[in-house]
Structure formats: C-alpha cells, structure tokens
C-alpha cells in the first residue's frame, strides 16, 4: 500500500508519538532552520543545531523562535559541523542527519570516510519522492543526485536501499519500474538490457521485498490508458512505487522537470548508510527540506 501525498505522510510522522533526534549541520540556514523548527512544532523531530553558535541564534531571532526551545552546539567550520553529526549518530545522540549550510560533495566526503563507519555494505544511494496530482499516490526516483553512472550491481544496491527505506516508511511490496525508453529488449540501448537483467535477478530470488518491471517507459509506469492502448500487461504498469532511472542525468532531469515545468512537489534523502541523511539541493525552499526531513524521520 503506498501513501497518497505529502500531506498524508506528515499526518502519519506527527502522530507517530515518537520524535526522532536529527543533527543538523551548519544549522545557520534559514530554509533549513525554518524546516526544522516547522518538524519541531508538529511533533516530528527535536533538532541538534551544529554550526555557527551566533549566526544560528540570529536566524532564531529573524524567524521569531524561542532559543529556550532548541539545543545549539557550537563549531568552528562546515567540516567540523559534520564530524560533529557523526559524532552525535555514533554515541546515540541523533538519529540521523539533515543537511544545512554546507555543500553536498563536503557533507557527503565526511559521511563516505571509512572511520566515521556510517558505510554499509551497499552505496549510498539518493531517493526522492514526487507528488504528481494526476497519479493516485507518491512515487520515488533513484538515484537522482549521487551515483552518476551506476552499474549493474550497484542499480541492485540502488534498489535495495529504497525497498528497505520504503519498508520503514510503510510501503510494503513497492512495485519497481527499471527505466528505459520503451519496454522492448534493444542490444543498442544499455539501459533496456540492464533492465532485464534486474527483473532477472528479482525473479530468480537475488532482490526480495518488491516486485520489478523492466524494461518499461514512463507512460507505462504511470498510466493505466497508456497500458491499455499499448496492450501491456504488468502488476508495475500503471502503479508504480520506485522508478530506477539508468544514470544521475536521466534522474536529475526527470525530478526537475516534473518540480519547475509541471509543478510538482519533490523532496529527497540519503540511503543506504546507517542513519537517513536529509539531503536538498541549495535552491530547495524551506518545504521542500521540511519534506525531505519527515521522509526522512519516516524511513529511521
């Protein structure tokens, strides 16, 4: 069963009963500050502001909120914000990470580092759920912001990460579509090819928890008409959960595409370490990253 929308998803974290603990790094961000206190408010989470003691206290003060209510730990540096995250993960202070004031590759560089053991056996993979008005619930696209070319084994580990956080977040059997440009086997297209093999590798037992389709296109994955016009039979058809795009490009256009040309609503995080990483890109609003924090206080 999935959820619906957004809207939905909120509904069910705030009555959870349980707030989970999130260390936000470099915290003097208003968008991100702003999607916090707003997670805060609505019973979702209990922030760790980890940053610029001053310059965090002054977003407080420009958003008009109560420095009473919020913990701030000081630091010196973007880098040093992160350590300190990762630091508050290993000792069970937090329960996972949101991105602030710091870029993607400087965050990421500390999370990948071996020592801080947030690595798993698999790559950490990018989830980001859509909110599309003329389909029947929210799907996700993977991986849209990390892995550039994945390869065969790593699109395995891409869909691993997703079922297991969609698991956590209540969607049981998430129906996966591995994209291509159309649903015929075509030597010439390397995507359609892996696409089979994954859909191969699910029915053979090697990927558990989903059901996969593959190769198929976008109007097969998401409409029921376009099934039916093309004669095309398949339990993903038309009721997708997980779309596995073929490399960072086709994702990245994908995801933007639907938020800046069609309106819709996206937001994303980090899977596949050991705590969900709350990632959004510079010029996300103060929504998306709250969004992209419940999705990830879901998936803990």
């Excluded at 208003?30 to 206290?57: D, K, Y």
């Excluded at 540096?77 to 630091?87: F, K, L, N, P, R």
């Excluded at 591995?178 to 090819?193: F, H, L, Q, W």
Aim: with cysteine; net charge neutral.
């Amino acid at each position: 069963m999935g959820i619906k929308n957004f809207a939905e998803l909120i509904e069910q974290s705030s009555h959870r009963g349980e707030r989970k603990r999130v260390a936000v790094v470099g915290a003097e961000d208003s968008h991100a500050l702003e999607a916090v206190l707003l997670a805060q408010n609505n019973n979702i989470v209990t922030p760790l502001l980890v940053g610029n003691r001053t310059a965090i206290i002054e977003c407080l003060r420009k958003l008009g909120h109560s420095l009473q209510e919020v913990i701030i730990i000081d630091s010196p540096g973007s880098e040093e914000s992160a350590q300190i995250a990762v630091q508050l993960i290993a000792s069970g202070q937090a329960d996972f990470i949101m991105k602030g004031k710091i870029g993607t590759p400087q965050l990421m560089k500390v999370m990948l580092q071996k020592e801080n053991k947030l690595r798993t056996d698999r790559i950490m993979s990018h989830i980001a759920f859509v909110e599309v008005p003329t389909y029947h619930k929210l799907f996700a696209v993977s991986d849209v912001a990390l892995n550039p070319y994945p390869s065969l084994e790593h699109k395995k580990q891409i869909i691993e990460n997703a079922v297991a956080a969609m698991k956590k977040m209540g969607i049981v059997m998430p129906k996966v579509a591995v994209m291509s440009s159309a649903e015929d086997i075509n030597p010439r297209v390397p995507e359609s090819v892996e696409a089979s093999k994954l859909k191969e590798m699910w029915q053979a037992g090697q990927i558990a928890d989903c059901i996969i389709e593959g190769p198929i296109s976008y109007d097969l994955a998401v409409s029921k008409e376009a099934c039916e016009i093309k004669n095309y039979c398949s339990p993903v058809a038309g009721d997708v959960d997980l779309m596995i795009v073929p490399n960072i490009t086709a994702g990245n256009l994908l995801a933007k595409a639907l938020m800046y040309s069609a309106g819709f609503k996206s937001a994303g995080f980090v899977v596949g370490a050991k705590v969900p990483i709350a990632l959004s890109s510079r010029s996300a609003t103060a929504e998306e990253k709250y969004m992209a924090l419940v999705l990830a206080a879901s998936s803990c």
